[in-house]
C-alpha cells in the first residue's frame, strides 16, 4: 500500500466503523482526541491528513475543543507543513526526538539532525500548536551522562509535554538481531531505572509533572487528553494495518500486512484479524493495570479484601503513598513507578 492509496483506505475504515456503531444502535459520541501516530504519518503529507481528519469529523464531529496530535519526526514537516495542518483543524505535534547523541540516533536508525530540532520546534509553536517531545532511553550503548545530555537539551527547548519510555527491543528486529550477534550490549535495567529517576528530578526541577508513568507535562491543560482516554480505559477506534481498537468492552485488531488491509476496505469487509470480549473480571483488572500507572492512581475498592496485606507490604516497601492509601487511593511513589509491572501483579 502506497502513501498515495493509504488515506482512501483509511477513510474506508473510518466509513466502515460509522455504519457498525450506527448498526449496533450506540449513542452519536462526538470524537474527544484524534492521534495520527504509529510510524511518521506526516510523510503522508499536510492535505492527506487534514482529509483524513475532515472524514472523521463528517462522521462523528469533533468535540468542541478536540485535541488533534500528529507524531512527525523532526526532518519530516517544514513551517509551511506546520501551517496548514493548524489551518486543517490539528492542534498538536509529537516531535520523536528520542535523543540529542549521534551516536544513539545512529544506533536507533533515526536520521534527523539534532541541530535541527529547536528550529522545527519553533516553528510549531509559531503556528500555534502545542508541542510534546518523545525521548527513548536506555538504548544499548548508551551512558548516563549521554542521556542526562539529552534531557538537558529537551528541556532547553521550551516544549508543552514530554514522553520518556525505556527502550524495549522488539523480537526479529534489526537492533534485536544486533544485540543477539553480539554486536551490542542488552539494555540494562538498572541503568534505565537510574535514568528514569533522573528524567524524572530534571523535569519536575523545570515545572513539568507526570501524570503518567512515561509522561510529563507543564500544566494540567497541557497533559495529552489521547494518553488519559487510553489509560482510563476509555473507548477508542484504532484505523490503519495492525491498530487496536476497544469499544464496549470489546477489544479487536486489524490485519497487519498493509496490503491485506487495503484489499480488505476496498472489498468493504471488516479489517479486523481478531476479537475478545472482556469478562467484567478481566475489565476490572485492565482498570487496574492501566489506572495505577497514572498521578491519581486507583480507588481502593477496586482492589479485592484480601489484598489488605499485599497493600501494606508495597507501602512499606515504598511503592504505595501511604498517606494516600489511608484516604482510599492507591498511587505509586517514585520507587514504586520503576516496578509498576510488579504492582500489578501483586495486586490482580
Known amino acids: 500500500m502506497s502513501h498515495q492509496s493509504y488515506p482512501q483506505s483509511a477513510m474506508a475504515e473510518m466509513e466502515w466503523g460509522a455504519r457498525v456503531l450506527d448498526e449496533a444502535r450506540l449513542p452519536q459520541r462526538p470524537v474527544s482526541s484524534v492521534f ?11 492535505q492527506a491528513l487534514v482529509a483524513m481528519l475532515d472524514k472523521a469529523r463528517s462522521l462523528w464531529e469533533l468535540a468542541p475543543g478536540a485535541e488533534v496530535t500528529t507524531e512527525a519526526n523532526p526532518d519530516s514537516v517544514t513551517p509551511k507543513d506546520l501551517a496548514e495542518l493548524v489551518e486543517g483543524g490539528f492542534t498538536r505535534v509529537s516531535f520523536g526526538v528520542q535523543s540529542v547523541v549521534p551516536s544513539v540516533l545512529a544506533t536507533l536508525d533515526r536520521t534527523h539532525n539534532p541541530e535541527a530540532v529547536p ?73 534505565q531505572a537510574d535514568m528514569y529517576v533522573l528524567a524524572d528530578e530534571a523535569f ?29 480505559a476509555e473507548d477508542w477506534w484504532g484505523i490503519g494495518p495492525g491498530a487496536h481498537s476497544h469499544v464496549g468492552g470489546v477489544r479487536w485488531w486489524n490485519v497487519k500486512h498493509p496490503a491485506a488491509f487495503a484489499t480488505r476496505m476496498s472489498d468493504g469487509v471488516s479489517p479486523a484479524h481478531g476479537r475478545e470480549v472482556l469478562s467484567a473480571d478481566q475489565q476490572v483488572v485492565e482498570k487496574i493495570l492501566l489506572g495505577i500507572r497514572m498521578r491519581e492512581g486507583i480507588p481502593r475498592e477496586w482492589v479485592g479484601r484480601d489484598k489488605t496485606p499485599v497493600i501494606a507490604q ?18 505509586l511513589t517514585l520507587t514504586g513507578r520503576l516496578v509498576a509491572d510488579y504492582v500489578v501483579r501483586v495486586l490482580t
Open 204 to 232: 519536575a526541577s523545570q515545572g513539568f509533572h507526570w501524570y503518567e508513568i512515561s509522561n510529563w507535562a507543564t500544566s494540567t491543560e497541557l497533559e495529552s487528553r489521547h494518553n488519559r482516554s487510553y489509560w482510563s
Open 119 to 191: 528550529r522545527v520546534i519553533d516553528a510549531a509553536r509559531a503556528a500555534g500548536l502545542q508541542v510534546s517531545l518523545d525521548l527513548i532511553f536506555g538504548t544499548p550503548g548508551e551512558t548516563l551522562e549521554q542521556w542526562n545530555d539529552t534531557v538537558s537539551q529537551a528541556l532547553s527547548y521550551g516544549s508543552d509535554h514530554i514522553s520518556a519510555y525505556a527502550l524495549i527491543v522488539e523480537p526479529g528486529t534489526a537492533l534485536a538481531r544486533r544485540i543477539d550477534r553480539g554486536e551490542l550490549p542488552r539494555p540494562d535495567d538498572d541503568l
Open 314 to 331: 508495597l507501602m512499606g516497601r515504598g511503592y504505595l503513598d501511604p498517606t494516600a492509601a489511608l484516604g482510599g487511593r492507591l498511587i
Open 36 to 46: 495520527f501516530g504509529g510510524g511518521t504519518p506526516t510523510l503522508l503529507g499536510p
